[in-house]
């Protein structure tokens, strides 16, 4: 039994290739076909998220004449407040060096036990 030559098997591979819609390599060189065979993974993960709606502050940039009132927002506002009162706010931020230092000056140090 004699061998097939090789120009005879690539061209079944060819043939091959046409039927099962498949890429004819046969120097079997990296391509990313298998990358660009995937599916697209944009619209799925677009679909995923809800589409956005309508905010409280989209409609006050829309009509910054109107007077409008946002009862969540000025809930907000008073809790930091009264945090603020308590000492349980943010601190303030250092603007410089010099003034860093001299906030942490300002704390108050444990007395000592002689």
Known sequence: MAAVS????????????RIFSTTFNPERHRTGNKILRQK????????YYP???????DLQRAYPND???DEDEE???ESLERQ?????GAPKK????AESKK???KKKKAPTVT
């Open 75 to 77: 809930d907000r506002l």
């Open 94 to 97: 250092k603007r410089t060096a």
């Open 67 to 69: 007077e409008t009132y």
């Open 6 to 17: 090789r120009a005879r098997v690539l061209d079944l591979l060819k043939v091959q290739c």
């Open 51 to 57: 589409r956005r709606t309508v905010t409280f502050k």
């Open 40 to 47: 697209l993974v944009g619209p799925s993960v677009a679909a």
């Open 103 to 105: 906030i942490m000056g």
């Open 84 to 88: 603020r009162a308590r000492g349980k």
